[in-house]
Nanobody, 125 residues
Framework: QVQLVESGGGLVQAGGSSRLSCAAS????????MGWFRQAPGKGREFVAAISWKGDSTHYSDSAKGRFTISRDNTKNTMYLQMHRLKPEDTAVYYC??????????????????WGQGTQVTVSS
């Protein structure tokens, strides 16, 4: 079990950039595969990006490809999501997730047992 806390986000103009962070307090953080999900108003939760526990493999949704970059710094127990060329449709609450049983990056919500509280990202047109 790990504690996950997201930070960053806020109001960004379309075409701009933002970086989200997810700080983990668990001692097994370095061994966790992790991911980012988001939920927009009126929509279900959707996958955004994931990264393996070693950080040597990543996976992105079609929407995120070419615009978002997921990374992690295990010395700081922190995962990041760098977002560029933001669009109004990127507006959502963004959640970080992790699970000690995961090694490879996974896009499946059910594979993650630990979740942060979420952080709001709003992109104005």
């Amino acid at each position: 079990q790990v504690q996950l806390v997201e930070s960053g986000g806020g109001l960004v103009q379309a075409g701009g950039s933002s970086r989200l962070s997810c700080a983990a307090s668990g001692r097994r953080f370095r061994t966790y595969a992790m991911g980012w999900f988001r939920q927009a108003p009126g929509k279900g939760r959707e996958f955004v990006a994931a990264i393996s526990w070693k950080g040597d493999s990543t996976h992105y949704s079609d929407s995120a490809k070419g615009r978002f970059t997921i990374s992690r710094d295990n010395t700081k127990n922190t995962m990041y999501l760098q977002m560029h060329r933001l669009k109004p449709e990127d507006t959502a609450v963004y959640y970080c997730a992790a699970d000690p049983s995961l090694v490879a990056a996974s896009s499946h919500e059910e594979d993650y047992g630990d979740w942060g509280q979420g952080t709001q990202v709003t992109v104005s047109s």
